[in-house]
């Protein structure tokens, strides 16, 4: 898999209307009444009655009859050879029935190896040796979860050590090979670049400035609330496959089940039930998954395999781990002119990261950011190293998180380096509106933005001016503070099917709408909700459409045998792509409605005109059909010759992807005795187009941010030179609480995509994306003056105390 | 994070768990809020046969005073002592800590004799009660008897109750006037063990320090106090020379281990910070002035 991709070469001309120069507001629109409830209502979740009365059901909640349970043999070691698996002393406790090895898997059919989806390979169960620790070694079935547990403490492996590489770096000089299945004996495994090389080699030629950063993100983990697990139900008599899963993708989860296992894709069912939290973890496809739905093949019962929380924090979903070193031209006047980036991605053990396929480092290169530059010329490789696959789009829009940090990051040391104000700076490289729509040097067709307009209010709401005054009040008291920004650009929702699949699938979503002949409606997607509202907010857009009451409308996801096609909830593509579909799906009703409307009331179509909720003759308003009135009418009066009933579906691939965008502005105190960063004030101004609801953006801003938090000052998944995991326990992975959270001040601009049939872009993952550089930048802030130009994240009480004893600083 | 199996007694009466203990020996382990017991089980690092809960023991949760000492049964939560007027009048020191004890779920679970009896540097009870000079209350299978806390810690883990001993109660020598306690503890995040905190608990005569213990947690393989900050500030004025000197020596003292909180050096200078704003505060407490 070691290739190239040029995509921007192939990069088709964007349909017209896909981007556009869009005047900003701050109001919300709002066109239907409180009973209704379309968008900008702050309607209460429909979800929460059944989340707040502990009534949800999650995959953990599934017990059927005769149900056996899986646990995992797991190994200690990041590399070894394993010389023998014995497990008979565990096959004599009283309820253990069977133990899976990596052999049973083979002579299953070669099921001991699956496809990533990023047509990588990765071990279900090993034969040979293992390459990370807690790799699964073996499984044992049990009649018990607790007898599950007590048989893998009983089953022997004999391991013979192997050198181990956990450094990227080191792992490039291939000493030690992480994977010799391969043909090529490398850890390499791919080189990615985007941009204009030569263009970019001139900007930099002919800048007045040039500065030069090396920065890592650190490998995180997204400790979703609930951990994966699945309960797979073979009912040989039907052969039929049932499978409840923890899925943000059930659809292409089942297309890869059936490609993987050979069981025709009708005799497989995937159910995605309740989700507590996915965040990107539940996209990829696991080992126990596949184990534990061979399990259930092999005996013909429902097994359950539900992980625990030290499992789901070793073995699962690591996310970024990129090592960066970014360079940033600036001409004699401070405006930036170029940038150069050359990264080095640690995968671990495999690529099992879940990028549309084309995007190997996902949306990366959408790392020239909210700036208006010449050229950019970005590459990134990637190796194997002895660590978990990572590489998972934790909460970040396929690796923007990692180029949003590095360009802001940047921006500020360029600033300060310049001697300029950093929220001026900032003003200054801005894309103007009026640039609108915008080609970037990369190659991104950015759909709308008013950068200006959301960095202002963010000053004007935390009184920037004034926070200035006081850093210099206290600076020179030798009091530490400081002032962070990050006016960051997000690329969400794919994605146009030119350019966006998944193992070949493209990434359209889907609507299914059916009105019942009381007004009621039941509507089904292709994505699926892990905490994002939307049994809420697809029921709004569609009130919004069709004048039905939100409250009558049931939305359903998840389960692949009634839901209509689609490619799942992450990426923050819900709204760009579904959200769509539902607005689309609803115009199809809406044009039979009129037909059906215009033969009640005996007049021409050309004669109604629709307001809120029904057709009303012009100029007589008092001739009406509600969209009930009508809806009891497809199924009992419908003109003859047309189709009974009120339904309709679709597809929706969107032109271009949406650009949400924002300002946010940090500010930090810091403890000269102990390094700590106290986080005093955030305020956040998000720009996602036309909301749906504000309370849920606002909810999802907030847990955001607090997921942005995380990694500038807590969260980092540690190694030591063994490969051993020393943060696998909540212990050492530090989740911040509501103690250390602070009180997130949110507000918005909003500037509609030009494209989305109802204006709005994407948001659950910008807060994730904006807030690290912001709080790294406050720090930063508070000691450029002792000579600091960049710490990495998460920015310790360590690593400031570090920096402010060298400098000299003490207490 | 399964825990192997074992069995589960929950005595009524003292007497019925003390007979409980001596029948099964070193294969029982005493569960009190079980915040460090459980989780060690959950991961098989400690698999006892046998649990003896001792929650059913209602006479053994209290806060009271007893002449010039403030006795806490050994299960009390700690949530208690977060409650107790007393301890927020009188016992500044303590009180610091049980506000900064994990999180407020553990706390309404974890009990102060638990704290202690774990012997476990990284809890912040046996320094909190080695600062105040404390009495532990035990009794077994030997009757009933007295332990000094500065006897009670022995190495990490153990602590000098004896096998079949249970402890019933803390008790704490009340302040006497001009006296100030504090606790200054700094965490990662809420619910973290600390990096370091120091526990004070100092008497002025004037404006000198006439009394003081000084004790430190999570910066040594047991429980420790620093003679050396504590012979910097009896009989020196209360001076942030002196504040400086007994960080100093707090440092030096002690011996924390290097891991994700941070390493030893780092560890060594926060004790030396967090000594000193725990002194300036029991001073500023003893002398009325918070």
Known sequence: ?811 | MIPATFDYHAPSTLDEALQLLARHGDAAKLLAGGHSLIPAMRFRLAQPEILIDLNKLDGLRYVREEGNVLAIGAMTPEAWLEESAVVQQRYPLLADAVSVIADPLVRNRGTVGGNLAHADPANDQPAVMLAYGATIVAQGPGGRRNIAIDDFFVNLFESSLQPGEIMLDIRVPAPGASSGGAYVKMERKVGDYATSAVAVQLTMNGPTISAARVALTNVNPVPMRSPGAEAALVGKAATEEAFEAAGKAAAAECDPSSDLRGSADYKRDVTRVLAKRAIRRAVARAQGRS
Not at chain 1, 277 to 306: D, H, M, Q
Not at chain 1, 431 to 438: D, G, L, M, W
Not at chain 1, 630 to 639: E, G, K, L, Q
Not at chain 1, 785 to 794: A, C, E, F, S
């Open chain 1, 1 to 811: 898999m070691n290739h190239v991709a040029d995509r921007f070469e192939k990069h088709s001309p964007v349909p017209e209307g896909s981007s556009a120069n869009v005047p900003t507001t701050d109001e919300l629109r709002i066109t239907t009444p409180p009973k209704v409830c379309g968008m900008g209502h702050r309607m209460k979740r429909k979800e929460d009655p059944r989340f707040i009365r502990g009534r949800g059901n999650y995959v953990d909640d599934v017990k059927l009859p005769g149900m056996l349970h899986m646990d995992i043999v797991r190994s200690p070691y990041a590399h070894a050879k394993i010389l023998k698996i014995d497990a008979s002393e565990a096959l004599k406790i009283p309820g253990v029935l069977a133990v899976i090895t990596g052999e049973d898997l083979k002579k299953a059919g070669n099921l001991h190896w699956m496809p990533t989806l990023m047509s990588d390979t990765q071990m279900v169960l090993p034969i040979d040796k293992v390459v990370y620790q807690a790799q699964e070694v073996c499984a044992i079935i049990a009649t018990d979860r607790y007898i599950a547990a007590d048989a893998i403490e009983k089953v022997v492996v004999d391991y013979e050590p192997l050198p181990v590489v956990v450094d990227p770096f080191e792992a490039l000089k291939d000493n030690v090979i992480v994977r010799d299945d391969k043909e090529l004996k490398t850890n390499h495994i791919w080189h990615w670049e985007a941009g204009d090389k030569e263009a970019t080699d001139q900007v930099f030629k002919d800048a007045a400035t040039v500065i030069e950063e090396k920065m890592h993100i650190p490998r995180i983990h997204v400790s979703s609330i609930e951990t994966c697990g699945m309960v797979a139900n073979y009912d040989t008599a039907m052969q039929h496959m049932q499978i409840y899963m923890t899925s943000q993708a059930p659809h292409a989860h089942r297309t890869v089940f059936a490609l993987v296992s050979g069981l025709p894709e009708h005799k497989i069912q995937i159910i995605s039930p309740d989700i507590g939290g996915g965040f990107g973890g539940k996209v990829p496809v696991y080992p126990g998954y596949v184990i534990c739905a061979v399990a259930s093949l092999v005996t013909g019962k429902p097994v359950k395999w539900v992980e625990d929380r030290s499992e789901n924090l070793q073995a699962d979903s690591f996310a970024r781990d990129y090592h960066i070193t970014c360079r940033l031209a600036a001409d004699k006047d401070g405006k930036i002119t170029g940038m150069q980036v050359k990264t080095l991605a640690d995968h671990g053990a495999a690529d099992a990261a879940a990028n549309p396929s084309k995007f190997p480092a996902g949306l990366f290169s959408i790392a020239t950011g909210s700036y208006d530059m010449k050229a950019a010329h970005i590459e990134v490789d990637a190796a194997y190293t002895n660590k978990p696959p990572g590489g998972v789009a934790y909460r970040c829009s396929f690796r923007v998180t990692e180029a949003v940090h590095m360009i802001e990051r940047m921006t500020d040391v360029l600033a300060h380096q310049l001697g300029e104000d950093p929220a001026a700076f900032r003003m200054k490289n801005f894309i103007k509106p009026e640039q609108f729509p915008y080609k970037s040097p990369t190659g991104w067709d950015y759909d709308s933005g008013n950068y200006h307009a959301a960095l202002q209010k963010a000053m004007d709401v935390i009184g920037y001016h004034d926070l200035r005054k006081e850093q210099a009040e206290k600076r020179a008291r030798g009091e530490l503070m400081g002032i962070g920004i990050s006016s960051f650009t997000e690329v969400v929702g794919a994605g146009p099917s030119r350019d966006y699949d998944i193992l070949g699938i493209k990434m359209f979503d889907s609507a299914e709408i059916r009105i019942h002949p009381t007004g009621k409606a039941i509507a089904r997607f292709g994505t699926k909700s892990q905490g994002q509202g939307h049994e809420t907010t697809y029921a709004q857009i569609l009130a919004e459409e069709l004048g039905l009451p939100a409250q009558d409308i049931q939305v359903e996801e998840g389960d692949t045998d009634t839901a209509p096609y689609g490619l799942g909830t992450y990426a923050s593509r819900s709204t760009p792509t579904a959200g769509a579909a539902a607005a689309m799906a609803a115009r199809k009703i809406r044009a039979k409605a009129k037909k059906i409307a215009a033969y009640l009331l005996e007049v021409n179509e050309d004669d109604l005109e629709w307001k809120v909720d029904r057709f009303e003759v012009k100029g007589a308003p008092d001739q009406h059909k509600t969209i009930q009135d009508i809806a009891f009418a497809a199924y009992t009066n419908h003109p003859p010759g047309m189709e009974a009933g009120l339904e309709a579906t679709d597809y929706y691939d969107p032109p271009n992807l949406t650009f949400p965008f924002g300002s946010y502005i940090c500010v930090v105190d810091i403890d000269k005795g102990t390094g700590e960063v106290k986080v005093r004030r955030f305020v956040a101004v998000d720009d996602c187009g036309n909301i749906i609801n504000p309370m849920v953006v606002e909810g999802q801003i907030h847990g955001g941010l607090t997921m942005g938090l995380a990694p500038a000052l807590f969260e980092e998944i540690v190694y030591d030179e063994n490969g051993q995991n020393l943060s696998g326990t909540f212990s050492d992975y530090l989740l911040p609480t509501a103690m250390e959270t602070p009180k997130w001040e949110t507000d918005r601009t909003i500037t509609p995509s030009p494209h989305h049939p109802i204006g709005a872009k994407g948001v659950g993952e910008s807060p994730t994306v904006g807030a690290p550089p912001a709080i790294a930048n406050a720090v930063v802030d508070a000691l450029w003056h002792l000579g600091v130009r960049h710490i990495d994240i998460p920015i310790t009480p360590q690593k400031v105390w570090k920096l402010l004893r060298a400098k000299g600083v003490n207490d």
